[in-house]
């Protein structure tokens, strides 16, 4: 048994969630496969040639596998088996015998050792597994008049959060929404990812202003930076707004890759006014100001962080994510938001190949 990540907090396949897995079938009948091989070739053996030795491999190789009563049912059936008639009892030296017998007693208390750890291990991959999803919160599938759909994968394997996070929001404004790629990746910056989340959910429910919704983030990184000596704490930040009633959507921007308006089989970038990262500190600085795009019906909003921009084929050029989204569209992907998730996540994965940094994909539909 082992534990190692599968899915994201989304749903979507990928390195992500804790979970234990069987051993492979083929190595948990490893053991069984080379007992038999064994008989068969002392049955065919002359009866001078010992295989005797050979036996000892059967339980250490159970022990890797199988609990403490599998492997001491395989132990005893390997001592069983050196008894038999067939095998040739009598050419099998007493001494190889007690040796089988002392490695499987070992086996036995080797596996009772390893079925402790794994278990202790798996109480631990719970408890992270649920301290992380309550970071980083699975994605409906709407919220509110908002049509939705995420994708996250930490660069770190086996963690469910990173550098990199999102979240979407009712309150009395519309639907906020929030994409933002924090200083470092893994687990090291989980601690930034839940100070800007949970600010994020406190002021989009306070501050009437998109821009002002920025601002709190800012004061909220520069304190946690303040605190943290030398420490410089900074994120880039994507904040959306879909005003109740309205065909638009507000954008404010903070040193962030711009997000994509997907409009018949097109993309382009929606730009927005010039805003430096989040917890940068810079006096006199006013808070940034939103930019307004009109929507039609049908239209889609793409936000990212750069992993996925900065992500390289083998000749080393950067995943042009407009152009490549465009010409899946065109071979008959819907312009839907799980939909275009997927087929962004797939097609950046066959062109990079191993993504080396934290990458978050957030579709966002009005109806």
Same mark, same amino acid.
């Given at each position: 048994?082992g534990v190692f990540g599968t899915?994201?907090?989304?749903?979507?396949?990928?390195?992500?969630?804790?979970?234990?897995?069987?051993?492979?079938?083929?190595?948990?009948?490893?053991?069984? &496969?080379?007992? /038999?091989?064994?008989?068969?070739?002392?049955?065919?053996?002359?009866?001078?040639?010992?295989?005797?030795? $050979?036996?000892?491999? #059967?339980?250490?190789?159970?022990?890797?596998? $199988?609990?403490?009563?599998?492997?001491?049912?395989?132990?005893?059936?390997?001592?069983?088996?050196?008894?038999?008639?067939?095998?040739?009892?009598?050419?099998?030296?007493?001494?190889?015998?007690?040796?089988? +017998?002392?490695?499987?007693?070992?086996?036995?208390? @080797?596996?009772? #050792?390893? =079925?402790?750890? #794994?278990?202790?291990?798996?109480?631990?991959?719970?408890? +992270?597994?649920?301290?992380?999803?309550?970071?980083?919160?699975?994605?409906?599938?709407?919220?509110?008049?908002?049509?939705?759909?995420?994708?996250?994968?930490?660069?770190?394997? %086996?963690?469910?959060?990173?550098?990199?996070?999102?979240?979407?929001?009712?309150?009395?404004?519309?639907?906020?929404?929030? &994409?933002?790629? &924090?200083?470092?990746?893994?687990?090291?910056?989980?601690?930034?990812?839940?100070?800007?989340?949970?600010?994020?959910?406190?002021?989009?429910?306070?501050?009437?202003?998109? %821009?002002?919704?920025?601002?709190?983030?800012?004061?909220?990184?520069?304190?946690?930076?303040?605190?943290?000596?030398? @420490?410089?704490l900074f994120a880039t930040a994507?904040?959306?707004?879909?005003?109740?009633?309205?065909?638009?959507?507000? #954008?404010?921007?903070?040193?962030?890759?711009?997000?994509?308006?997907?409009?018949?089989?097109?993309?382009?970038? @929606?730009?927005?006014?010039? /805003?430096?990262?989040?917890?940068?500190?810079?006096? %006199?600085?006013? /808070?940034?100001?939103?930019?307004?795009?009109?929507?039609?019906?049908?239209?889609?909003?793409?936000? $990212?962080?750069?992993?996925?921009?900065?992500?390289?084929?083998? =000749?080393?050029?950067? $995943?042009?994510?407009?152009?490549?989204?465009?010409?899946?569209?065109?071979?008959?992907?819907?312009?839907?938001?799980?939909?275009?998730?997927?087929?962004?996540?797939?097609?950046? /994965?066959?062109?990079? %190949?191993?993504?080396?940094?934290?990458?978050?994909?957030?579709?966002?539909?009005?109806?």
């Amino acid at each position: 048994m082992g534990v190692f990540g599968t899915r994201g907090p989304n749903g979507a396949g990928g390195s992500g969630e804790l979970r234990v897995a069987r051993s492979p079938l083929w190595l948990r009948a490893l053991p069984v &496969v080379l007992l /038999a091989v064994l008989i068969a070739a002392q049955a065919f053996t002359p009866g001078d040639v010992e295989l005797g030795a $050979y036996y000892a491999a #059967v339980p250490p190789l159970a022990a890797l596998t $199988y609990g403490v009563a599998g492997t001491a049912v395989l132990s005893g059936t390997v001592l069983v088996v050196m008894q038999l008639p067939l095998i040739g009892a009598g050419s099998l030296a007493g001494s190889d015998t007690g040796a089988v +017998a002392l490695i499987g007693a070992l086996s036995v208390v @080797i596996s009772w #050792v390893r =079925s402790r750890h #794994v278990g202790r291990l798996v109480r631990v991959s719970t408890v +992270a597994e649920a301290a992380q999803l309550a970071v980083l919160a699975p994605l409906p599938a709407s919220v509110g008049p908002v049509h939705c759909a995420a994708l996250y994968r930490a660069a770190q394997r %086996g963690t469910l959060v990173g550098g990199d996070l999102y979240d979407v929001r009712p309150c009395p404004y519309g639907v906020r929404a929030l &994409v933002a790629d &924090v200083q470092g990746h893994g687990l090291a910056a989980v601690g930034s990812v839940a100070a800007l989340l949970g600010a994020f959910r406190e002021a989009v429910l306070d501050l009437p202003d998109l %821009g002002e919704v920025a601002g709190r983030l800012e004061r909220r990184l520069s304190l946690d930076s303040a605190g943290n000596g030398d @420490i410089e704490l900074f994120a880039t930040a994507l904040l959306l707004e879909f005003p109740p009633g309205r065909d638009e959507v507000r #954008v404010v921007c903070c040193g962030h890759p711009p997000a994509l308006l997907v409009r018949d089989g097109r993309a382009r970038e @929606i730009c927005g006014e010039p /805003a430096p990262p989040l917890g940068m500190g810079l006096p %006199g600085l006013a /808070a940034p100001v939103a930019v307004t795009e009109p929507l039609l019906p049908g239209d889609l909003v793409l936000a $990212y962080t750069d992993g996925v921009t900065e992500a390289r084929d083998a =000749s080393g050029a950067f $995943y042009p994510l407009a152009d490549r989204l465009v010409a899946r569209l065109k071979d008959g992907t819907p312009a839907a938001p799980e939909a275009v998730v997927d087929a962004v996540w797939e097609d950046l /994965a066959a062109y990079a %190949g191993a993504v080396a940094d934290d990458v978050a994909l957030l579709a966002l539909t009005p109806r």
